[in-house]
């Protein structure tokens, strides 16, 4: 148990919904890291919060939104939902958003049809 | 154009023998490199990890090695156990960022 917390763990949705996604990172971190793995793709970086204010953009759509909250917690916002954003989210979270390992949650299964 | 490239998406070995999962990278600029393991229905997990100023690195039965002029690391598992089993993530970056670049992975299994 990495201490990272997600939920929900997994989401069928169709076409043109708006889904959120939650994550609690581990005691302590403050940097919360939002990664999206598709079937054919490796783990692709799309956004990081360090203390409530963005970090670092990746490859993030503009339908795709996130937040990090006052308590740390962040919620990764996916909205006009596609077929293709079916995938596994993963969010991950450090101490300081710089030079340490991240700690992976155990993802969010979405499935869009 | 991807960055971080494992080209073999699966490996088997048997159990008490080395296991070799190979990545390769273009970025120059990488200066950190970390291996993940992940298995199915978890989060990946932190493995081990090499500095640019390094080429090699151990932990365990578990060995990073880093060739900077072929912008290749290998990570070298002695010897396997079935619970070794799981797919393998290779990562990068640079500059002390923590926006890791991920290859897509090498499933690893290792047979009784």
């Known amino acids: 148990d990495s201490g990272v917390t997600q939920t929900p763990k997994h989401l069928i949705t169709a076409t043109g919904q708006r889904v959120t996604l939650r994550c609690s990172p581990r005691?302590?971190?403050?940097?919360v890291y939002w990664y999206q793995q598709s079937l054919d793709q490796g783990l692709q970086f799309l956004i990081q919060?360090?203390?409530?204010?963005?970090?670092a953009k990746g490859n993030i759509l503009e339908r795709f939104s996130a937040q990090q909250f006052p308590d740390l917690h962040s919620e990764l916002n996916l909205s006009s939902l596609e077929l293709g954003d079916s995938a596994l989210y993963f969010c991950?979270?450090?101490?300081?958003?710089?030079?340490?390992?991240?700690?992976f949650g155990e993802g969010s299964w979405l499935t869009v049809v | 154009d991807q960055q971080v490239k494992q080209n073999s998406p699966s490996l088997s070995v048997q159990e008490g023998r080395i296991s070799i999962l190979n990545c390769d990278y273009t970025?120059?600029?990488?200066?950190?490199f970390l291996w993940y393991k992940k298995y199915p229905a978890e989060g990946p997990t932190f493995l081990i990890s090499i500095s640019s100023i390094k080429d090699k690195n151990e932990d365990g039965r578990f060995t990073v090695f880093l060739n900077k002029s072929a912008k290749h690391l290998s990570l070298h598992i002695v010897p396997s156990q079935p619970g070794d089993s799981a797919v393998y993530f290779c990562?990068?970056?640079?500059?002390?960022?923590?926006?890791?670049?991920f290859g897509k992975g090498t499933k690893l299994t290792v047979n009784p």
């Open positions: 991950a979270s450090s101490v300081t958003g710089t030079g340490n390992t991240i700690y």
């Open positions: 919060y360090y203390n409530g204010e963005e970090r």
């Open positions: 005691s302590g971190d403050l940097s």
């Open positions: 990562a990068a970056s640079e500059g002390g960022s923590e926006k890791l670049v």
């Open positions: 970025n120059s600029m990488f200066d950190y």
